[in-house]
């Protein structure tokens, strides 16, 4: 079959450490079939900012063509992932009152943009806008009000904004690539599409994508979205202790940390030793891998905490408004950083809670390459970017809806139910 009959969706994320493109299929039951995989270092690119564009457009074009080649197609747009502290959110009330008798698909877009219609930050723009629940009258708590009989309808929505500047370069980047963006979407939602199951945003959850540069963060209670934020220190600053703990050049730091650590001093066994590499041409020393654990488990630790913290004020405010607010399900960690041995136990002392690690879910194709927490940002593009795939189908096979189909699309930023 060729590339072209296929419907084809392509993730990109321009991490800190990485640039992954993924070339997916969407299938007819929902699963993304993998058929590209396209992975480079990152250059230029930090904590979700683009600081040297040259770099970038160097990192975007390589992963891409060897995307291309594995696929055999062309890419010619991206679902692309968006992150850095400038990510901001707030919760709002949207009103309408029902046109007819039922609710129908354009009350409900309709109460969604009333509730856009907020201030938001000078110089920040609505990147998504989430519905959350919906009342009709003196009825609350309805997910699906389409069909449901009222007069006025009210919906909650999580708004998430993002820098306006900041959302340009990284598009800008893309596009001096040739390439179009679909769409840009926060990392941390993105990776919440790939790890979490419906179960858990129903029970409560929250999604740690724990990168290089950034740790990306969505949390769901009640089965919809209530806060995203993004925390500017991840990964990297962990080499960056073992680097300056055992004055070891930050390459070899990184290794280590990849090859040796742990967060979890308690599980390494005691006369473990490793080999660690010197700078200006000393010989190399061994180290006791307790010790490196010793520099690890802290730094993690005050990592996770800065979570709790969020997580704290967010509860407490959730509660105060009578928003279900406990986190039942646990913490999902994902992203890179999330891979280092004995994170499990050290998160578990951290949030007092069920903790996991999130591996990216329904997917199909090159499991093999893609089924590890370094990719949920960008297979959860993919996810984002089948559900518009999936609602256009609905929509041009409904005729009724051409018109609110039409005043949809914006570009880049795109609202979304
Ligand atoms: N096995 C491992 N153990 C510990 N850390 C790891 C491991 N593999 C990768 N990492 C760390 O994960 C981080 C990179 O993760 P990831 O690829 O998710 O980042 P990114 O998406 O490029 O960055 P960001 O999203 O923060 O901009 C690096 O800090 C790297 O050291
Ligand atoms: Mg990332």
């Given at each position: 079959m060729k590339a072209t009959d296929k419907k084809l969706v392509v993730g990109l994320e321009v991490g800190t450490s990485k640039v992954l493109a993924l070339v997916g299929e969407v299938l007819p039951d929902g699963i993304v079939n993998i058929i590209g995989v396209g992975h480079c270092p990152s250059k230029g690119v930090d904590k979700g900012g683009v600081n040297d564009l040259e770099s970038v457009v160097k990192s975007i074009q390589r992963a891409v063509d060897q995307a291309e080649l594995m696929a055999d197609c062309?890419?010619?747009?991206?679902?692309l992932a968006l992150s850095g502290k400038h990510i901001r959110c707030q919760n709002e009330i949207g009103m309408v009152?029902?046109?007819?008798?039922?609710?129908?698909v354009d009350d409900v877009e309709n109460v969604v943009h009333t509730a856009k219609s907020v201030r938001i930050l000078d110089e920040h723009r609505i990147l998504h806008v989430?519905?959350?629940?919906?009342?009709?009258?003196?009825?609350?708590?309805?997910?699906?009000?389409?069909?449901?009989?009222?007069v006025r309808m009210k919906s909650k929505v999580h708004l998430i904004t993002c820098h306006n500047d900041?959302?340009?370069n990284i598009v800008k980047a893309v596009e001096r690539c040739g390439l179009k963006v679909d769409q840009l979407i926060f990392s941390g939602l993105a990776s919440s599409y790939a790890v979490l199951?419906?179960?858990?945003?129903?029970?409560?959850?929250?999604?740690?994508?724990?990168?290089?540069?950034?740790?990306?963060?969505?949390?769901?209670?009640?089965?919809?979205?209530?806060h995203s934020v993004v925390i500017p220190y991840a990964g990297n600053v962990v080499t960056s202790d073992i680097a300056y703990a055992f004055g070891t050049p930050p390459m070899d730091a990184e290794n280590i940390k990849i090859k040796y650590g742990c967060a979890t001093g308690a599980l390494v066994g005691k006369d473990e030793v490793i080999d660690v590499p010197s700078v200006g041409g000393r010989p190399s020393r061994t180290l006791q891998r307790q010790t490196l654990a010793d520099v690890i488990e802290p730094r993690y630790t005050e990592l996770l905490s800065l979570?709790?913290?969020e997580l704290a004020t967010l509860q407490e405010g959730l509660k105060q408004q009578n928003v279900k607010h406990q986190l039942a399900a646990g913490i999902v960690l994902t992203g890179g950083a999330s891979q280092i041995k004995g994170l499990v136990e050290c998160a578990e002392k951290v949030f007092h809670n069920q903790v996991r690690i999130g591996?990216?879910?329904?997917?199909?194709?090159?499991?093999?390459?893609?089924?590890?927490?370094?990719?949920?940002?960008?297979?959860?593009?993919?996810?984002?970017?089948?559900?518009?795939i999936l609602n256009d189908d609905d929509r041009v096979k409904d005729k009724a809806?051409?018109?609110?189909?039409?005043?949809?699309?914006?570009?880049w930023f795109k609202k979304e139910f």
């Open positions: 062309q890419i010619s747009s991206v679902y009152p029902i046109a007819a008798e039922e609710v129908s989430i519905a959350q629940e919906y009342s009709i009258d003196l009825q609350e708590g309805i997910k699906n009000p389409i069909g449901l009989s009222g900041m959302a340009k199951t419906d179960d858990e945003k129903e029970l409560g959850a929250c999604v740690i994508d724990i990168g290089g540069g950034t740790m990306d963060i969505s949390v769901y209670t009640g089965g919809a979205l209530r979570v709790q913290k591996y990216p879910l329904n997917i199909s194709g090159l499991t093999d390459y893609v089924q590890k927490p370094y990719c949920s940002t960008t297979v959860g593009l993919l996810h984002y970017g089948k559900q518009s809806s051409i018109k609110g189909l039409a005043k949809r699309v914006t570009g």
